[in-house]
Structures are given as C-alpha cells and as structure tokens.
C-alpha cells in the first residue's frame, strides 16, 4: 500500500491488523454483543451486529462512518500492569491519540507513520467512563521499516526491577529480553545493569538468535538440533560473564532456550 506523507513524500504502508481476520475477537464480540444474559455488557447488536455481512456491507456503503486517524508514532509504552502494549499518534496537526498495539508489537517503532482506520459503534448501554460509542479500530498500517522493538512487557512488577535483585535468570524467551528477576519474574534490559556494553551486546545477539533460529512456537526441525545445543552453550557462558561483573551484588543462574528450558528444582516454591 502507498501513500503520502506530510512533506509528500511516498510511504509504503504494512497492514499489521485487520478486525475483519481477527476471528477470535470478532466471535468474542459478537457473543457478548447477542448474549441477552448481559444487557449492560457489550456492542450494541443494532444497527448493525459488528463482524456480520450487514456491518461490512454498511462500512463499504458508508452507511458507517470511518475515520483515519494518521501521524507519526510519538511514543510506546506499556499501560495497566505492564502488560498491555499502547502508543501514541501525533498527528501533523500536533493533536496526539492513544491506542492498543493491535497486530505484532514488535513493529511499532517511535517515529515510523502509523495510520488506524475506526468506527463508532454504540455500546449496549452508555455509561460515564466509556461513553456512548465505542472507537473501533478496523485496521493498524504502519510504515515499512526494517526496525523492530523487543516487544516484550516488562511485567505488573516493572517498577521494582532492576533495584534490589536476588536472583538474576538468563534465558531465552520469544520476543524479550535476555535477562530476567527470577522473585518477580520481570523482564530487564541487559542496558540497565552495571555491565560493560560488550556483555550488553552479546546478550542482545544471543537472544535475537535464540528468537530467529527457534522461533515461537512447534517442534524444533532435527536440522537445528545442532544450532540449538551451540546457542545453548553459549547461553550458559554469557550467564557465566554475567555473574562475573555483578559480583556479589546477586546471584546469576542459566536456565537456557525454548528447546532445553531447564529452571532448577524448587524455583515456584522460592517466587
């Protein structure tokens, strides 16, 4: 998708989110929306039940007004208890907008365009704190870039992290992170502790590898066998450089990668 920005110039837009492919929350909507057992819960069934042929139809129509929300992301940030991934749009007329991070959360970027695309859809009943419509978001399309970010909350107990460490685990989880507090479980930037920034970087490199050669989920194909047990190792020496420059400050244990996760025995019972 192409299109202009504020100085003209072209923009290759990703649609990163579209509702109309996001089944699992339209049939959520759609129950809450037709389920009579809760009549102050939900989208409003009419005019038109949202995700139904009738509601596409009226968006193409115009029946249903649509409205595009375009401008630069200014800021991400993670709201409620630190998991639920926000950024901010301003615009080009310097009016700022809040949104969830529908679609990867690795690819919002501060500074890239984003355009989202809405319709207001009334709520079953108004009240004071939601009002009487609902923003819906149809789709998120942000601008094509190779930049990514790590993605990854830093949990309801960020804002005791990295102060007053116990025990600091080193592993490998999908999109975040290489470093976590093992009591609260809260995910620390590498950057953020009294390290040098080749460890900072080693650790960074070790995780994006673990997140490529890996990947998120299924079975690991018997040709990355091999891979996986090198990046174990690796692993298990970056923890070894790691309790080395924290000293005394905490302890550093190594519970590895997605395919030989291993916390040591005991360690719910020690959270």
């Known amino acids: ?32 929306s037709q389920d009579k057992r809760s009549p102050d819960m939900g989208l409003a069934p009419t005019p038109y039940l949202v995700g139904s042929r009738e509601f596409w139809k009226a968006i193409a129509a115009g029946d249903l007004e649509t409205t595009v929300w375009e401008g630069s992301i200014s800021e991400t940030y993670w709201a409620g208890m630190g998991d639920m991934p926000r950024f901010k749009i301003l615009s080009d007329s310097d009016e700022v907008s809040d949104w969830i991070q529908w679609g990867d959360p690795h690819r919002f970027v501060a500074g890239l365009r984003a355009k989202v695309l809405t319709v207001q859809m009334p709520w079953k009943k108004p009240n004071d704190m939601l009002g009487r419509e609902s923003r819906l978001v149809l789709s998120v399309s942000l601008e094509r870039s190779e930049l990514r970010t790590r993605g990854c909350g830093p949990g309801p107990m960020h804002h005791l992290v990295p102060d007053g460490l116990d025990v600091v685990v080193v592993v490998s989880q999908f999109g975040c992170h290489p470093v976590w507090q093992e009591k ?18 080693d650790l960074n490199a070790w995780a994006q590898r673990c997140d490529n050669v890996l990947g998120k989920e299924g079975p690991l194909p018997e040709s990355l066998e091999i891979e996986s047990d090198l990046l174990f190792d690796e692993g298990e020496a970056l923890a070894s450089r790691l309790s080395d420059q924290l000293g005394d400050s905490c302890s550093v244990e190594y519970w590895g990668h997605r395919e030989r996760l291993r916390p040591p025995k005991g360690w719910l019972e020690r959270r």
């Not at 479980?185 to 460890?199: Q, R």
């Open 1 to 32: 998708m192409l299109g202009m920005s504020a100085t003209d110039q072209p923009i290759d837009w990703d649609v990163i989110y579209e509702l109309r492919t996001d089944h699992d929350r339209l049939n959520a909507m759609i129950a809450l």
């Open 184 to 201: 609260l479980f809260g995910n620390i930037d590498p950057s953020e502790l009294p390290i040098d920034a080749s460890l900072i970087g």
